[in-house]
């Protein structure tokens, strides 16, 4: 299993970003997948959850109407878009091969969103 974000990165508040997360060596078509992150000095937290075919997605409440998962199963990727940004934001993001652990997850991705 590997797993491999991107799209992190510096941004204003209000601010959007997409991240990615380019999965291989499982059949990714298969398998519900999620975002989890960490901010500084915190434990991990569930962000986001799709399932297989993509048409069934949950949200944690912080970041409800803001974020949007998706996922292409044609090219093995997972996305997450982040708009309205806020300072709270600020975390490595992880894209997790599991709807109900954080393990197999990828070496993350920052976001940092400060003025």
């Known amino acids: 299993v590997q797993l491999v974000e991107s799209g992190g990165g510096l941004v204003q508040p209000g601010g959007s970003l997409r991240l990615s997360c380019a999965a291989s060596?499982?059949?990714?078509?298969?398998?519900?997948m999620r975002w989890v992150r960490q901010a500084p000095g915190k434990g991990l937290e569930w962000v986001s959850t799709i399932n297989s075919s993509g048409g069934n997605t949950r949200y944690a409440d912080s970041v409800k109407g803001r974020f949007t998962i998706s996922r292409d199963n044609a090219k093995n990727t997972l996305f997450l878009q982040m708009n309205s940004l806020k300072p709270e934001d600020t975390a490595v993001y992880y894209c997790?091969?599991?709807?109900?652990?954080?393990?197999?997850r990828g070496q993350g991705t920052q976001v940092t969103v400060s003025s």
């Open positions: 060596g499982f059949s990714f078509s298969s398998y519900g």
């Open positions: 997790v091969k599991s709807v109900t652990t954080f393990l197999p």
